[in-house]
Nanobody, 121 residues
Framework: QVQLVESGGGLVQAGGSLRLSCAAS????????MGWFRQAPGKEREFVAA????????GYADSVKGRFTMSRDNAKNTVYLQMNSLKSEDTAVYYC??????????????WGQGTQVTVSS
């Protein structure tokens, strides 16, 4: 079955950096667009970033544009989210997701279990 396993979350001070990873298994990774989402306490899950199978020109939420960078390594079945200049409002559980298409379209079909990111001010 499809599994998406996030790692790399933790506690960091405001202004710091973290790199999240998401290892995928049970699917032909290069056939899927991938995305990152997050959910803060008391809020709905929101889009963070997404990239097509070819990793060209990922899309970002306005709130993270210029600070976060998404990339993927199809040879390793892994997608990354480099987060720089972190702010307290970035505190959330971050989820990796796989779209059922090679390009970002519609809603993700698969989700990881999430990894906690906490930014202290």
């Amino acid at each position: 079955q499809v599994q998406l396993v996030e790692s790399g979350g933790g506690l960091v001070q405001a202004g710091g950096s973290l790199r999240l990873s998401c290892a995928a298994s049970g699917l032909t990774f290069s056939n899927y667009a991938m995305g990152w989402f997050r959910q803060a306490p008391g809020k709905e899950r929101e889009f963070v970033a997404a990239a097509s199978w070819s990793d060209t020109n990922p899309g970002y939420a306005d709130s993270v544009k210029g600070r976060f960078t998404m990339s993927r390594d199809n040879a390793k079945n892994t997608v990354y989210l480099q987060m720089n200049s972190l702010k307290s409002e970035d505190t959330a559980v971050y989820y990796c997701a796989a779209y059922p298409h090679m390009v970002v379209s519609g809603r993700p079909a698969y989700w990881g279990q999430g990894t906690q990111v906490t930014v202290s001010s």
